[in-house]
Structure formats: structure tokens, C-alpha cells
């Protein structure tokens, strides 16, 4: 099993909660972050004064899957948050050694 976590545009969110629905994924967990890479924030222009924005506005999705799902829910990121412009974003694969269902107890891939 696998956590995949993409930090993306917030306005890509309904194309990649689409997309991951359209391969099978049962849930995701939706956050907004803050946050900024290689660019650093840019600097914008209001009321004539210039100012840095250091932390830029993104969404954080996690998704739990099975490992023979992680190809197409890359994939399926990949396209759907893709823009072509800077800031698209990352996406992370981390193992998961355990889940557990807390209403029903269940274990492994049947929590899922």
C-alpha cells in the first residue's frame, strides 16, 4: 500500500479529484497549504507599492492506495494538474505499512 500526496494549483482540484475517481479512488483527504519552491513566492503590485508573496496558496491531496492503483493515480494527477507553468506542483509516493478502519477494525488493503 502506498500514500500518494500531491501539493497542486487550488483551481486544479476538481480535474484531479475527477480524474482519481474515474480510476477507482474511493477517498482522498483535501488540504490547503501554503508554501513555495524553487521560485521562492514572486512579488505583485497593489495600490502602486510592490510587495513579496513568500507562501503561495496550494492544495494538499492524499490519497491511500493499493500498489496496483499507484501508476494511474500518478498518471492521473500528472494530467489532470498540469498547466505547463510554474507552481504545478509535486506529487509523493510513501509506503504505508498499516491501516486500520476504525469503525470496523479491518486491516491492510480492505481498510482501504
Do not use: C, N
Not at 479529484?17 to 521560485?39: D, H, N, P
Not at 513579496?52 to 493515480?73: G, S, T
Amino acid at each position: 500500500m502506498k500514500l500518494v500526496t500531491a501539493i497542486i494549483k487550488p483551481f486544479k482540484l476538481d480535474e484531479v479529484r475527477e480524474a482519481l475517481s474515474a480510476i477507482g479512488v474511493q477517498g482522498i483527504t483535501v488540504t490547503e497549504v501554503k508554501g513555495f519552491g524553487r521560485q521562492k513566492g514572486h512579488t505583485e503590485l497593489y495600490r502602486g507599492a510592490e510587495y513579496v508573496v513568500d507562501f503561495l496558496p496550494k492544495v494538499k491531496i492524499e490519497a491511500a492506495v493499493d500498489d496496483a492503483l499507484v501508476e494511474q493515480v500518478i498518471e492521473a494527477m500528472e494530467g489532470a494538474a498540469r498547466t505547463g507553468k510554474i507552481g504545478d506542483g509535486k506529487i509523493f509516493v510513501y509506503d504505508l505499512e498499516q491501516v486500520i478502519r476504525i469503525r470496523t477494525g479491518e486491516t491492510g488493503r480492505e481498510a482501504l
